[in-house]
């Protein structure tokens, strides 16, 4: 089939975002000026560059962690493994500002070592990170999309070091979890290695 997406697909759903999958889930960590602490997944989350190393994350319209990151210039990306994935899908609820997501979803703030923002104590791996800059992209028609982009560089890693197997981060270990289509998820339980060819001139 193809299809136009300003036109319809004739499907029971759109099928967008299970195309565009699997995707890792930012799992945003962030303080407000007042004080107030935010916990909440994004799925429109990636890195996009390595050195310098960032991230972005996309908030469908303007909530607390894009709110919290821009106005104070710093957030944390927290892994999602599968020991915490239900905990993870707790903290996507609608709770009134002031509620902290850690409690609601039974998870340990940890102090961060160079951002404000706590990080979560039981995620195996989290980003601080620091705002680079923040935007709302258009469509083809010049008009705002609705969605606000936060980009930021990463200046900490932690890494439990029970997901380190030589040296190196272990993702069937630390089970990372991304997100799919409508209600679907999936954990990494398997991975195979390939090497980048090179070109050899005649």
């Known amino acids: 089939m193809f299809y136009e ?4 697909h004739g499907l029971p759903h759109d099928p967008f975002k299970a195309i565009v999958a699997p995707r890792p889930i930012g799992w945003i960590s962030t303080r407000g000026r007042d004080g107030s602490i935010n916990l909440a997944p994004y799925s429109y989350f990636n890195a996009f560059s390595g050195r310098p190393p960032l991230v972005w994350f996309s908030s469908e319209g ?6 919290f990151a821009r106005e104070s210039g710093e957030f944390v990306a927290n892994l999602v493994g599968r020991h915490i994935f239900r905990e993870m899908n707790a903290t996507s609820v609608d709770a009134p500002r002031g509620v902290s997501e850690f409690g609601y979803a039974g998870l340990t703030p940890a102090p961060s070592r160079l951002v404000a923002a706590p990080r979560v104590a039981e995620a195996h791996a989290a980003l601080e990170c620091r705002v680079t800059e923040t935007f709302e992209p258009k469509g083809l028609d010049g008009r705002p999309a609705g969605v606000h982009v936060c980009a930021g560089e ?11 197997t030589n040296g190196l981060f272990d993702n069937v270990k630390a089970g990372n979890v991304s997100r799919l289509g409508y209600l679907d998820f999936s954990a990494i339980t398997e991975t195979f290695a390939m090497r980048r ?3 050899k001139a005649d």
Not at 62 to 67: A, P
């Open 154 to 164: 990463v200046i900490g890693v932690h890494i439990d070091e029970a997901v380190l």
């Open 5 to 8: 997406p300003s036109k319809g």
């Open 62 to 67: 303007v909530k607390d962690s894009f709110t």
């Open 197 to 199: 060819p090179k070109w």
